[in-house]
């Protein structure tokens, strides 16, 4: 996570229920975090919402016409290559709530330079003969500076009139204030957002074009659904055998160069890229816990209070303080079920989920003593996980690992205390949730610990705290 502060979600400012943006099949954005979802534009034409199947029209058409003129070009930067290149020069389209920038609603849109390369690489597509529109969705796959992230933008800025269509549809029916913008010299009244200081919008988005990453982003889903498919199997054995091995730059190079040395070989991998099963993320089962923390955020300080007290903005204060919070997440990790939540079908979740849903537990806590918690600032030396400071001079820094990392002795031993320099304090809690394939770690951390007590060190406190999942009271 990026720094956070107080996140809203846009039921909760417009007093709107969950379940019935859910009804409407309408993703409900933090209003200044972005999630870590992308629109997919293979699930355009699988959409419940028509002004949304529409899209897929306005998407294949619009690069039918990118195809048309660069067929046309005859050498880079002649007036075809040119116009093309303007048409995929995409602008950043503020709103979505969508991406990578975890504490941001602004996106990055698209440079001359990568424009140039998607031309480019376009354009020798084409010149095999190929003309499917959905030549471009393939591009992360062959580039190495096109992700998700820009796919995504380019969808948006692609199918921008009808997601306005679909947000006016949708504004009209929860009946909420909306302010008139201008969008690609599209004049619309949308919802503002009451966490940008200038007039920013709200881009409203479907659920069922959204997935954690779109189709055609990297090789293992290509790969499984060409293992399973005889034929097309077959033919990637044929034609872009180094697909099996797609793990490197290196052998991304070599993929490329096989992928684009011919006409069926390209189309070969499309055909892999459209047997993948368009699938839009699972919103209800939350199986990256992208969105869990949100819920967690708004509930759990009310089901659990907890009374703490600042007595004053020192250092020693602030530690008790933080020292509280953890202890209240270890009660709750421990005793009252929160283990749930950081595993899913008993595949535990990533380190940054569980680093989420600690932020969710602890920001609810910090409101109520005027404690300032910001995840992940970039100290000079790398980002810590939390820093929480009260005052300018009260500072505690806190990591949270899972004990099956392999980072867990060198983030105690040598992480946590750059990051302790760098932000002037010598105040520093290593928690560690332990979900398994602990091993020695607990033991040595530990035993750095107290040789640097022994030593006449300061040493960061630590706890481990149990994240794994109590069986139920009938099976003990």
Same mark, same amino acid.
Not at 57 to 73: D, H, P, R
Not at 143 to 152: C, F, H, K, Q, R
């Given at each position: 996570?990026?720094?956070?502060?107080?996140?809203?979600? !846009?039921?909760?400012?417009?007093?709107?229920? +969950?379940?019935?943006?859910?009804?409407?099949?309408?993703?409900? &954005?933090?209003?200044?975090?972005?999630?870590?979802?992308?629109?997919?534009?293979?699930?355009?034409?699988?959409?419940?919402?028509?002004?949304?199947?529409?899209?897929?029209?306005?998407?294949?058409?619009?690069?039918?016409?990118?195809?048309?003129?660069?067929?046309?070009?005859?050498?880079?930067?002649?007036?075809?290559? %040119?116009?093309?290149?303007?048409?995929?020069? !995409?602008?950043?389209?503020?709103?979505?709530?969508?991406?990578?920038?975890?504490?941001?609603?602004?996106?990055?849109?698209?440079?001359?330079?990568?424009?140039?390369?998607?031309?480019?690489?376009?354009?020798?597509?084409?010149?095999?003969?190929?003309?499917?529109?959905?030549?471009?969705?393939?591009?992360?796959?062959?580039?190495?500076?096109?992700?998700?992230?820009?796919?995504?933008?380019?969808?948006?800025?692609?199918?921008? &009139?009808?997601?306005?269509?679909?947000?006016?549809?949708?504004?009209?029916?929860?009946?909420?204030?909306?302010?008139?913008?201008?969008?690609?010299?599209?004049?619309?009244?949308?919802?503002?957002?009451?966490?940008?200081?200038?007039?920013?919008?709200?881009?409203?988005?479907?659920?069922?074009?959204?997935?954690?990453?779109?189709?055609?982003?990297?090789?293992?889903?290509?790969?499984?659904?060409?293992?399973?498919?005889?034929?097309?199997?077959?033919?990637?054995?044929?034609?872009?055998?180094? $697909?099996?091995?797609?793990?490197? %730059?290196?052998?991304?190079?070599?993929?490329?160069? =096989?992928?684009?040395?011919?006409?069926?070989?390209?189309?070969?991998?499309?055909?892999? $890229?459209?047997?993948?099963? &368009?699938?839009?993320?699972?919103?209800?089962?939350?199986?990256?816990?992208?969105?869990?923390?949100?819920?967690?955020?708004?509930?759990?300080?009310?089901?659990?209070?907890?009374?703490?007290?600042?007595?004053?903005?020192?250092?020693?204060?602030?530690?008790?303080?933080?020292?509280?919070?953890?202890?209240?997440?270890?009660?709750?990790?421990?005793?009252?079920?929160?283990?749930?939540?950081?595993?899913?079908?008993?595949?535990?979740?990533?380190?940054? =989920?569980? +680093?989420?849903?600690? !932020?969710? /537990?602890?920001? =609810?806590?910090?409101?109520?003593?005027?404690?300032?918690?910001?995840?992940?600032?970039?100290?000079?030396?790398?980002?810590?996980?939390?820093?929480?400071?009260?005052?300018?001079?009260?500072?505690?820094? /806190?990591?949270?690992?899972?004990?099956? =990392?392999?980072?867990?002795?060198?983030?105690?031993?040598?992480?946590?205390?750059?990051?302790?320099?760098?932000?002037?304090?010598?105040?520093?809690? !290593?928690?560690?949730?332990? $979900?398994?394939?602990?091993?020695?770690?607990?033991?040595?951390?530990?035993?750095?610990?107290?040789?640097?007590?022994?030593?006449?060190?300061?040493?960061?406190?630590?706890?481990?705290?149990?994240?794994?999942?109590?069986?139920?009271?009938?099976?003990?």
């Amino acid at each position: 996570m990026a720094k956070i502060r107080n996140p809203l979600q !846009f039921s909760r400012y417009f007093s709107i229920e +969950q379940s019935r943006l859910s009804t409407l099949g309408v993703f409900d &954005p933090t209003l200044n975090v972005d999630a870590k979802l992308f629109i997919d534009p293979l699930l355009l034409s699988h959409s419940k919402h028509t002004e949304i199947r529409q899209a897929e029209t306005t998407y294949k058409v619009f690069f039918s016409e990118i195809i048309k003129l660069l067929q046309a070009s005859r050498k880079e930067k002649d007036i075809a290559w %040119r116009t093309a290149y303007k048409k995929l020069l !995409f602008k950043e389209i503020k709103g979505t709530c969508l991406g990578y920038g975890a504490a941001s609603i602004r996106g990055s849109g698209f440079g001359p330079k990568l424009t140039a390369q998607i031309t480019a690489t376009a354009k020798e597509i084409i010149d095999l003969g190929v003309t499917d529109p959905d030549l471009f969705i393939a591009l992360p796959l062959l580039e190495e500076n096109i992700g998700p992230d820009l796919i995504s933008d380019m969808a948006t800025n692609i199918i921008l &009139p009808d997601l306005l269509n679909f947000n006016k549809r949708i504004i009209g029916e929860l009946g909420i204030p909306a302010e008139p913008f201008v969008l690609k010299e599209i004049p619309i009244k949308l919802v503002r957002n009451p966490r940008e200081a200038r007039p920013t919008p709200v881009i409203l988005v479907p659920t069922d074009i959204l997935r954690k990453l779109p189709v055609a982003n990297d090789w293992d889903e290509v790969c499984r659904v060409a293992l399973e498919n005889a034929i097309l199997r077959d033919k990637v054995n044929r034609l872009i055998g180094e $697909i099996w091995k797609a793990k490197t %730059r290196k052998d991304k190079g070599k993929i490329r160069r =096989s992928a684009l040395a011919s006409k069926e070989a390209f189309t070969t991998l499309l055909d892999a $890229i459209h047997e993948i099963e &368009p699938t839009s993320y699972d919103f209800r089962g939350d199986p990256e816990g992208i969105l869990v923390w949100r819920r967690i955020h708004e509930t759990i300080a009310a089901s659990h209070p907890l009374a703490l007290k600042l007595k004053s903005q020192t250092i020693d204060d602030a530690y008790t303080v933080v020292t509280q919070i953890i202890e209240q997440f270890t009660h709750l990790v421990e005793e009252r079920g929160l283990s749930k939540e950081l595993w899913h079908k008993g595949e535990r979740r990533d380190e940054k =989920s569980v +680093q989420r849903i600690f !932020f969710a /537990v602890a920001d =609810s806590y910090c409101k109520a003593n005027n404690l300032d918690i910001s995840p992940e600032v970039d100290t000079g030396t790398g980002e810590i996980d939390f820093k929480f400071s009260a005052g300018y001079d009260a500072r505690v820094i /806190v990591e949270v690992k899972l004990s099956d =990392s392999s980072h867990v002795v060198s983030g105690y031993e040598r992480q946590l205390e750059k990051y302790k320099i760098a932000e002037k304090t010598k105040k520093g809690i !290593f928690v560690v949730i332990d $979900i398994g394939k602990m091993g020695k770690k607990s033991e040595r951390i530990w035993k750095i610990r107290n040789d640097m007590l022994g030593k006449g060190h300061p040493a960061s406190e630590i706890f481990v705290i149990n994240g794994k999942i109590k069986p139920s009271a009938s099976k003990l």
